[in-house]
């Protein structure tokens, strides 16, 4: 069964469907400390079923996230998309990127094409982000996008003392971005 999971596409980027080939960029960004702000490291045996959760959230929410690929090379530099297991607050503009893809504005020219298609295709009227206070990368991706964080925190699993507060980040509403 296939999910009729669409294309985005910027100037630079394509925003693509997850694919098990895409398991070979996502395992080591997984495995390494680059993924502390997301839930990780995780052993590569675990990233199969996070794949398999991305599509899932695809399958019951109708959106989810994106393998974001450079137009030019065809190479993967990172997933971008929408977000809201259950538990969430609201849905969230979530994205991380591999090692090397840093510091050339992918993330906020990818999420700008998420927050598009979320206000604009899905008709939302509101969006958040939810980063780990020393995450200053993605604090400075949320603001280029124009959240700003509200003071408020969340905790994904209150029952896990390993899980941290993150910071809510809003991002102006479809009226502002017009």
Not at 43 to 69: D, F, I, K, N
Not at 92 to 100: F, K, Q, R, S, V
Not at 171 to 177: D, N, R
């Amino acid at each position: 069964m296939s999910l009729p999971i669409p294309t985005l596409e910027t100037a630079r980027l394509r925003l693509v469907a997850p694919e098990e080939r895409h398991l070979e960029v996502e395992i080591p960004f997984w495995e390494s400390e680059r993924s502390r702000f997301v839930g990780g490291p995780l052993p590569g045996y675990r990233v199969w079923r996070l794949l398999a959760t991305q599509l899932g959230h695809w399958a019951l929410r109708g959106y989810g996230s994106w393998m974001v690929e450079e137009k030019g090379s065809g190479r993967a530099i990172g997933m971008v998309g929408l977000w809201h297991p259950g538990e969430w607050p609201e849905s969230e503009l979530a994205y991380h990127l591999y090692e090397g893809s840093e510091g050339k504005g992918y993330a906020t020219e990818a999420g700008r094409a998420v927050i598009d298609h979320a206000y604009g295709t899905l008709g939302w009227r509101t969006l958040i982000s939810l980063i780990d206070p020393e995450n200053t990368a993605s604090q400075s991706v949320a603001r280029r996008l124009g959240a700003v964080n509200t003071g408020e925190t969340f905790v994904s699993n209150p029952a896990d003392p390993a899980c941290r507060p993150v910071e809510i980040w809003r991002y102006p509403g479809p009226e502002a971005m017009t």
